[in-house]
Nanobody, 131 residues
Framework: QKQLVESGGALVQPGGSLRLSCAAS????????IGWFRQAPGKEREGVSC??????????YYANSMKGRFTISRDNVKNMVYLQIDSLEPEDTAVYYC??????????????????????WGKGTLVTVSS
């Protein structure tokens, strides 16, 4: 059974850093597009980043507003995906979800297409940025 489990969320002071982790089970993560989105209390879901690969080449995409402080990465051996967040701001407070494409092997050439394909996600991990 396909499963995604996020972890690493915490209470962090502004300016700090966090690395969120997402463990995939029941499928081989490298064969699927996978990414992160977040949802703050009372706000719409917001895409963060997406990663996809084909024939050994890996493509990473970020929402325009997320470029610079967010870094997505994937460990195919551990079947994990990560999201590094630096220079955290109170506005980053949200539940962060990792999500995957349900269809194996599809490749996307921009963030919007990759993010729109993500339709299976975990339960999320809470990041709170506050002094």
């Amino acid at each position: 059974q396909k499963q995604l489990v996020e972890s690493g969320g915490a209470l962090v002071q502004p300016g700090g850093s966090l690395r969120l982790s997402c463990a995939a089970s029941g499928f081989t993560l490298e064969n699927y597009a996978i990414g992160w989105f977040r949802q703050a209390p009372g706000k719409e879901r917001e895409g963060v980043s997406c990663i996809t690969s084909t024939d050994g080449d890996t493509y990473t995409y970020y929402a325009n507003s997320m470029k610079g402080r967010f870094t997505i990465s994937r460990d195919n051996v551990k079947n994990m995906v990560y999201l590094q967040i630096d220079s955290l701001e109170p506005e980053d407070t949200a539940v962060y979800y990792c999500a995957t494409d349900r269809v194996r092997g599809r490749i996307y050439h921009n963030f919007a297409a990759c993010y729109d394909a993500l339709d299976y996600w975990g339960k999320g991990t809470l990041v709170t940025v506050s002094s």
